[in-house]
């Protein structure tokens, strides 16, 4: 089992800043590649970001590439999500996941409880 906690989430203005964490436990969390997904209310939940065991292959939704980075410290049993230039359609609750690399959920065998963030315009 791993258990992760989602963090960070806030409600910010367009063009604002903002870093996600998600810390875990459990199983070893360097075996796990990484993601970040995201629901918005009345939306299938989305593939935002994902990022490889080894932090050295990373793949990023369309609609987010160029704005966020996602990483990891393995020491540290974290990975984070920096979100830059957010917009008011980046609102969402966003979830942490570890599975297997990709963008399907279906990869990903373990979620956290979502964090919210809101973007006012």
């Known amino acids: 089992q791993v258990q992760l906690v989602e963090s960070g989430g806030a409600l910010v203005q367009a063009g604002d800043s903002l870093r996600l964490s998600c810390a875990a436990s459990?199983?070893?969390?360097?075996?796990?590649?990484m993601g970040w997904f995201r629901q918005a209310p009345g939306k299938e939940r989305e593939f935002v970001a994902a990022?490889?065991?080894?932090?050295?292959?990373?793949a990023y939704a369309a609609s987010v590439k160029g704005r966020f980075t996602i990483s990891r410290d393995n020491a540290k049993n974290s990975v984070y999500l920096q979100m830059n230039s957010l917009k008011p359609e980046d609102t969402a609750v966003y979830y942490c996941a570890a599975g297997r690399f990709g963008s399907s959920p279906g990869r990903y065998d373990y979620w956290g409880q979502g964090t919210q963030v809101t973007v006012s315009s």
């Open positions: 990022v490889s065991w080894t932090g050295g292959s990373t």
């Open positions: 459990g199983r070893t969390f360097s075996s796990f590649s």
